[in-house]
Nanobody, 122 residues
Framework: QVQLVESGGGLVQSGGSLKLACRGS????????IGWFRQAPGKEREGVAC???????HYVDSVKGRFIVSRDNLETAAYLQMDNLKSEDTANYYC????????????????WGEGTLVTVSS
């Protein structure tokens, strides 16, 4: 049974940092991309970052230069380092998996975690 569990969310002041973790079980991470998504209150869910199985990464423009996605296949884990956080980054953050690589539109993800809440105070 595939499971993904996010952690690391919390309350942080504007300009601060958080590091989210996504830990998986029930599968081997090596051949999967991990995407990070967020959903703010009243807004649609959006993909923000992805790390493919080959290590290539991509980011939505609003987080480029501030967020870094990484992975540790041995630990079946992925991480999202978030720096210089802004109030508009406030959202529930989710990780999800997809075979090999994320689509450009971040669609077609297979398994999802339950999310972790990030709140950035201004």
């Amino acid at each position: 049974q595939v499971q993904l569990v996010e952690s690391g969310g919390g309350l942080v002041q504007s300009g601060g940092s958080l590091k989210l973790a996504c830990r998986g079980s029930g599968f081997t991470l090596d051949n999967y991309a991990i995407g990070w998504f967020r959903q703010a209150p009243g807004k649609e869910r959006e993909g923000v970052a992805c790390i493919n199985s080959d290590g290539n990464t991509h980011y939505v423009d609003s987080v480029k230069g501030r967020f870094i996605v990484s992975r540790d296949n041995l630990e079946t884990a992925a991480y999202l380092q978030m720096d210089n956080l802004k109030s508009e980054d406030t959202a529930n953050y989710y990780c999800a998996t997809k075979w090999k690589s994320c689509d450009r539109d971040y669609g077609g993800m297979d398994f999802w975690g339950e999310g972790t809440l990030v709140t950035v105070s201004s």
